[in-house]
């Protein structure tokens, strides 16, 4: 299929391409990874870790001032070679500092906005034993603002209270949610 690029950055594009009716559609793609990873880190099998969020779109256009999410990020954006697999391992160790003992990739090719972007994401679930800090976590780039453990029998009160308080939860943490009902 045939697209048109519309404007260009280092990390976001606007293309256009033709809808089976033969009118424009327009949407995002990134140029510079292959796929993002989320990663739900259960620990000790009775919490979850949140990562809080303050993403620049969803404040510049007063939607909320806050999300709840789970660590994630690019697969192949720094290193062309990079796998899922390595990609999960970075993102775990740079937004919450920690490792897993085991990583079980749940879903590849979770769409959270196919009419709008051409992104997919590869849904991982990383359990962790011990809830120990092996290296400093980032706040990538002042995005990430504060982290919550969670105990799985409480989210859902836990999200009901957020949402209360004007917080949205993103699609890529929800998705991943799904697959705790699986957890032995």
Not at 24 to 31: G, L, S, T
Not at 39 to 47: G, M, Q, T, W, Y
Not at 125 to 137: D, F, G, H, L, R
Request: hydrophobic share 40%; charged share 30%; with cysteine.
């Amino acid at each position: 299929m045939e697209n048109k690029l519309l404007y260009d950055t280092k990390y976001l594009q606007l293309k256009s391409t033709k809808s089976k009716t033969g009118n424009d559609w327009v949407y995002a793609h990134r140029p510079n990874a292959k796929d993002v990873v989320v990663i739900l880190p259960v620990i000790n099998n009775e919490k979850i870790l949140f990562l809080i969020e303050e993403r620049p779109p969803m404040k510049a256009e007063n939607i909320v001032k806050y999300s709840i999410a789970i660590p994630a990020g690019l697969v192949g954006d720094e290193n062309k070679d990079e796998t899922i697999e390595e990609a999960i391992k970075k993102e775990l160790l740079e937004e919450a500092g920690l490792k897993a003992e085991k990583i079980e990739i749940k879903s590849r090719k979770v769409a959270s906005s196919p009419g709008c972007v051409s992104e997919t994401v590869t849904i991982a679930i990383a359990y962790i034993n011990n809830y120990n800090i092996v290296s400093t976590p980032i706040s990538d780039g002042g995005v990430i603002v504060d982290r919550e453990l969670v105990s799985i029998d409480n989210i859902y009160s836990w999200l009901q209270e957020k949402e209360a308080e004007g917080y949205a939860l993103t699609a890529s943490t929800l998705a991943a949610l799904f697959y705790l009902r699986e957890r032995k």
